[in-house]
């Protein structure tokens, strides 16, 4: 997709921390990235790798103990970092949306789908209600609920939870926000209904511009929807570029140790490829690269700090001291 010379959403060395009594653990460790009119942005990671944290963060749904320590978040152009709940409360459902993994986070077990729905329309705009009734029971069509008009009606426990995140999308959906960020929206979902999710989502961004951060760890799914693509390890982005660019031609160890363990990338026989070793606790990441306990290109180098936003060739960055096909030196 053609991206604007303004991004609509702009994050600028984003760290957020949860202050324990074990310790300060840094679960967004100065991410940076942007998303352009339109564009769909991947970002993807092991869990703990701090990706929803960031989503949340961008939000400011970040709970006690933890808090957002640093940097920027620009919707639009409005650091949302700086914004009191009020403000936060009106652009929240109206210019920037989250879909949640766990749709019960966004639906209310006690209220009917249609109650729901009308007052996420009514909240932002001045509609009566049945044109707001309208706009919801066509965002429960799009996302492929049969007989939306008779589901309004429903409760959310009578449906499915793979029909309730469908509601959850349509909430998201509703107001045509400017940005949204989709937090693994689709986990839940059998593969014809998420093929559908994608395309409507693909749809929704061509048609009206709006540009979608997509939280994963499926790179199949980030493969056939992302234009960019963000690779997340312990609290920072090691790696991102053109989506097609970055999963063909994975320079940071990490982001090729993913890709290898991808079981279609095995051939018949061979065990299954796997990155050794688990994701590092946030409470104690080891001194300089947070992966060198992991990684096959490990050198002594790599105890310090590798540089920050290399780039390897146009439009891509890099936090590595001995990227994938490059000789040490």
């Given at each position: 997709m053609a991206?604007?010379?303004?991004?609509?959403?702009?994050?600028?060395?984003?760290?957020?921390?949860?202050?324990?009594?074990?310790?300060?653990?840094?679960?967004?460790?100065?991410?940076?990235?942007?998303?352009?009119?339109?564009?769909?942005?991947?970002?993807?990671?092991?869990?703990?790798?701090?990706?929803?944290?960031?989503?949340?963060?961008?939000?400011?749904?970040?709970?006690?103990?933890?808090?957002?320590?640093?940097?920027?978040?620009?919707?639009?152009?409005?650091?949302?970092v700086?914004?009191?709940?009020?403000?936060?409360?009106?652009?929240?459902?109206?210019?920037?949306?989250?879909?949640?993994?766990d749709?019960?986070?966004?639906?209310?077990p006690?209220l009917?789908?249609?109650?729901?729905?009308?007052e996420?329309?009514?909240?932002?705009?001045?509609?009566?209600?049945a044109?707001?009734?309208?706009?919801?029971?066509?965002?429960?069509?799009?996302v492929?609920?049969?007989?939306?008009e008779?589901?309004?009606?429903?409760?959310?426990?009578?449906?499915?939870?793979?029909?309730?995140?469908?509601v959850?999308?349509?909430?998201?959906?509703?107001?045509?926000?400017?940005?949204?960020?989709?937090?693994?929206?689709?986990?839940?979902?059998?593969v014809?209904?998420?093929?559908?999710?994608?395309?409507?989502?693909?749809?929704?961004c061509?048609?009206?511009?709006?540009?979608?951060?997509?939280?994963?760890?499926?790179?199949?799914?980030?493969?056939?929807?992302?234009?960019r693509?963000c690779?997340?390890y312990?609290?920072?982005?090691?790696?991102s570029?053109?989506?097609?660019?970055?999963?063909?031609?994975?320079?940071h160890?990490?982001?090729?140790?993913?890709?290898?363990?991808?079981?279609?990338?095995n051939r018949?026989?061979?065990?299954?490829?796997?990155?050794?070793?688990?994701?590092?606790?946030l409470?104690a990441?080891?001194?300089?690269?947070?992966?060198?306990?992991?990684?096959?290109?490990?050198?002594?180098?790599c105890?310090a700090?590798?540089?920050?936003?290399?780039?390897?060739?146009?439009?891509?960055?890099?936090?590595?001291?001995?990227?994938?096909?490059?000789?040490?030196?």
């Amino acid at each position: 997709m053609a991206r604007t010379a303004e991004p609509l959403l702009r994050v600028e060395q984003l760290e957020t921390q949860f202050f324990t009594r074990a310790g300060v653990a840094r679960a967004v460790d100065g991410v940076s990235f942007e998303v352009a009119r339109g564009e769909v942005l991947g970002l993807v990671g092991e869990s703990g790798s701090g990706k929803s944290v960031t989503g949340f963060s961008i939000l400011g749904l970040v709970d006690p103990p933890g808090r957002i320590v640093g940097g920027r978040v620009l919707l639009e152009g409005e650091n949302l970092v700086d914004a009191g709940e009020r403000r936060l409360r009106a652009l929240r459902g109206n210019r920037i949306a989250m879909i949640f993994q766990d749709p019960m986070m966004t639906l209310n077990p006690v209220l009917r789908i249609d109650t729901q729905m009308i007052e996420a329309v009514r909240a932002h705009h001045g509609v009566d209600r049945a044109e707001a009734r309208r706009r919801a029971r066509d965002a429960l069509g799009r996302v492929g609920i049969p007989a939306p008009e008779e589901r309004l009606s429903a409760y959310p426990h009578q449906f499915s939870g793979g029909m309730r995140q469908r509601v959850a999308i349509a909430i998201a959906l509703l107001n045509e926000p400017a940005v949204i960020i989709a937090d693994e929206p689709t986990t839940a979902l059998d593969v014809t209904i998420q093929a559908q999710i994608l395309y409507e989502m693909q749809k929704l961004c061509g048609e009206s511009g709006t540009a979608l951060v997509w939280i994963t760890h499926d790179l199949a799914v980030v493969s056939g929807l992302a234009d960019r693509v963000c690779v997340m390890y312990a609290g920072r982005i090691v790696e991102s570029g053109p989506v097609d660019a970055v999963l063909d031609r994975p320079r940071h160890p990490y982001t090729a140790g993913l890709i290898g363990s991808v079981p279609s990338r095995n051939r018949r026989g061979v065990p299954l490829a796997q990155i050794p070793g688990m994701t590092p606790s946030l409470l104690a990441l080891p001194g300089g690269c947070a992966f060198r306990t992991r990684c096959p290109n490990a050198e002594a180098d790599c105890a310090a700090e590798p540089p920050a936003e290399r780039r390897p060739e146009a439009g891509r960055t890099l936090r590595c001291h001995h990227p994938v096909g490059e000789a040490v030196s």
